[in-house]
């Protein structure tokens, strides 16, 4: 008797799993954002809050930015249970910080262009972006003050997107659960770590900037 072909779905998409571009698309922005830190290590200011980062400070941040955004992206694209857990809960505190900056230091949303305190966390994604048109605006270019105003919108914009990518991201918990569930409680255990780690390197780097 010959066998019919399985209609299951390939491994690493688990039934119900959201289509793997907009997951891909996902882990493409954490790379951005992981070597955007490539561009602090290189002169780039780095914020924390409003405040910018000492050497010493900007150096910590960054590559423990740099490494586990790269880190969380390998795994998105691998379908790995724990990087969904850190991405979810890292685009959270994305969202966080971003308020708490707009609140406590509404004018780094006035700089856009430059510094672009705002590109904080996975918000430094945008940051190629951004040293496209300061690269523009050394070479000459002129837009007029207009140019500040759409960086500023277009950060307003992805700020709270970031919210809605962390919720949207938690319902997809079946395209990681092939090594096991992919729930609130796993959620917690295996995403708080890089959050804490994360957050302990900017606290220390923020004490370090006094």
Known sequence: MTETPSDSPADGDAPGAPPSPLLDALAGWLLLASFAHLMHLAGWPLYVFGTQLSLLGKLLVALARLGIYAGLAWGLLTRQRTAWAGTVVELARTFLCFVATARLQEATLNSATYPAGWAQCLLAGALPVVLLANA??????????????????????????????????????????????????????DGLPFALALSACEGAALLLAR
């Open 136 to 189: 523009g605006l050394a070479a000459g270019w002129r837009p007029g003050s207009w140019l500040d105003f759409a960086v500023g919108v277009s950060a307003r914009l992805l700020g709270p997107l970031t919210g809605l990518a962390a919720l949207w991201l938690q319902r997809q918990g079946e395209a990681f659960a092939a090594n096991g569930p992919a729930d609130w409680k796993t959620l917690l255990r």
